[in-house]
């Protein structure tokens, strides 16, 4: 399965001021996904990203806010833009494996951000 | 509205024995689901996929059930041992490839 190097691991930011987190796959894929964990809360979906189209925003998610890039097809960013504490969550990348043979999903480590 | 909810109550169980995590859905037909073990501060980490026209479907000790009928997942682990304790995800998807989680369950498995 692929391999996800996501960072920064975590960070500490100031309320006003925005945050870019990078996700770098070892192989070629079509879709990325971005996700958000609150703390004691599962997973939930903010956008797929396709390269070399625009990203698709899940209910309740902004590009405004939450600016994706997909450059090519082993790279994406997602930033939190504008912050304020109820940002503080962790930001999970996420792509597909085994293609349409489907082998489950492989997540990055995740980013743990914590805004004050 | 689309709903995933799995127990949200701790499980825990004594080593050895077989630990049973349900996930039920609403407002899905899902063409497969998903489990995945997440460990604090981690990523989930994919563990079993079972497809709608499946079953059963077992990876060493980890067994999945899939009930399209009941809307039901059941997730066992045989055998349990402590390095089993961790929180354990339902995932599914309605349509495409985006996937949707539920809350998880706790698992802890005491010696």
């Known amino acids: 399965s692929a391999v996800i190097s996501q960072k920064p691991s975590r960070d500490i930011c100031q309320r006003g001021t925005s945050l870019t987190i990078q996700c770098q796959v070892d192989s070629q894929v079509t879709m990325m996904f971005w996700y958000r964990q609150q703390p004691g809360q599962s997973l939930t979906l903010i956008a797929t990203a396709n390269q070399g189209s625009e990203a698709t925003y899940e209910s309740g998610f902004v590009i405004d806010k939450f600016p994706i890039s997909r450059p090519n097809l082993t790279f994406s960013t997602l930033t939190v833009s504008n912050m304020s504490p109820e940002d503080s969550s962790i930001y999970l990348c996420?792509?597909?494996?085994?293609?349409?043979?489907?082998?489950?999903?492989?997540f990055g480590s995740g980013t743990r951000l914590t805004v004050v | 509205s689309q709903k995933i909810e799995q127990n949200s109550e701790a499980l825990n169980i004594q080593e050895g024995k077989t630990a049973t995590l349900t996930c039920n859905y609403t407002n899905y037909s899902p063409a497969y689901l998903q489990w995945y073990r997440q460990d604090p501060g981690r990523g989930p980490v994919f563990l079993l996929l079972i497809r709608e026209n499946e079953k059963e479907k077992r990876k060493e000790r980890l067994k999945v059930t899939f009930d399209t009928t009941l809307k039901q997942s059941l997730f066992h682990i045989t055998a349990s041992q402590p390095a089993d304790s961790a929180t354990y995800l339902c995932a599914l998807s309605n349509s495409g490839y985006a996937l949707n989680f539920g809350k998880g369950t706790s698992l802890l498995v005491t010696p």
């Open positions: 996420s792509v597909v494996s085994g293609g349409v043979n489907l082998s489950g999903y492989t």
